[in-house]
């Protein structure tokens, strides 16, 4: 009688315990899935390396994972599906994160969401194929777009003058010119440089470049080289350019049929009445201005203010450009190009420091204004179907480089604001974009 009353004692203990250890699993089911995570890429000052977190970013969309930038969301933060492939690439690239429950991301965006709050989130859905036009001999100077995509190890292409004549442009998505002269002038080196190696070896590559692709000057090769690039934009490019990369290919879009080179660059005298020929319309971002062709000077014309530098008008400790707070929820392109964990940004010089406001079009849009100076450091624009965006000087991290002057080492500038700034423009082809509103 034992056994038979027992058993079913037993067997009602195992069903019950059973039962228990059902609604245990499904309720730690619900409650992980309630509390799924997502990993937040923070952008503020709490961001131990600003520039690598770029390089996350580029590698999750170019790995096909979806993520999203917060537009003034903790200096410009970046969100991302919490992957252990990602969390492991973060951890090896010494990039700050923090983990995020479902909760928290609902309030996050929330705040975002409010139209009383200037704040956006825009999906960044497919890595743009970067080139960047840069000679294959070396130079005696660094590029500061390509150190930056190195540091931040995000890949990219070398392209030059043949690549670019021969049509190859239209298979990328963005284009970085930077230490460059589109006129035909050696970068106006003439009279510091003419004696030295490394000039006189960059005249001979370049002529014979001209006329290996058949090109009777060097010029004419530039501004060829200038009108597919100008054309790459209007079908839909995306050109960012710094230092004498800006007003030297304007200009030398200007002077498409004018001669501005003087003998001592192409073997016969420049036109005498070429400003009044200067076809302004042509041009991506100025108008009015003048050209300088003394070989004697280092200015290209009068859109450059590196004299108020030199001059003493601007000091090194007032050199400073502020950048403009724009409207995330319509003017959306502008504000993910002012990325950044400060508002206002330290300057640095180049051949081209920054440009005269009175020779800018009037349909350009100003990121970046250095007020003591009343300059423009950082302007945009859009063009046929693309866009185009200026930086004025030469290395954000190096007040005045010279010529033969070491690189800068990013390990000691991991935080830089204005690295940043580059790499906003890096990204932003792979952002879903809204059209500017205002």
Known sequence: MIRVILIPVVLMTIHFNMTRLFFLILF???????????????????????????????????????IEWLLNYRGGSFLLPHLKTIEEEIIIRGVSYEIKTDGQISQMKREIGNPEINKEVVQLEKAPKIAVYTPPNKQPWDDAVTMVLEYAEIPYDKIYDSAIVM????EYDWLHLHHEDFTGQYGKFYRSARYQKWYQEQVDVAEGNAKMLGYSKVSKLKLAVAVNIKNFVIGGGFVFTMCSGTDSFDIALAAENTDICESVFDGDPSSPNSDSQLEYNKTFAFKDFKLDKNPMIYEYSNIDGTYLRTNG??????????????????????????????????????????????????????????KAAGTARYIHGEFGQGTWTFYGGHDPEDYQHFVGDPPTDLNLHPNSPGYRL???NILFPAAKKKKRKT
């Open 167 to 170: 049509g190859k442009l239209p």
């Open 422 to 424: 580059i790499l906003n």
């Open 313 to 370: 008008t601007i000091p090194k400790s007032l050199d400073e450009f502020t950048l403009f707070d724009f409207s995330a929820k319509w003017d959306v392109v502008p504000t993910m190009l002012t990325q950044c964990h400060v508002d206002v940004v330290k300057g640095f010089m180049g051949q081209t420091t920054d440009f005269k406001k009175s020779l800018i079009k009037s349909d350009v849009l100003i990121l970046g204004e250095t």
């Open 28 to 66: 730690t089911f619900l409650l992980f899935e309630g509390r799924s995570t997502q990993i937040l890429i923070q952008m503020d000052d709490s961001q131990k390396n600003h520039l690598k977190a770029y390089g996350i970013a580029y590698w999750a969309i170019d790995n096909e994972i979806t």
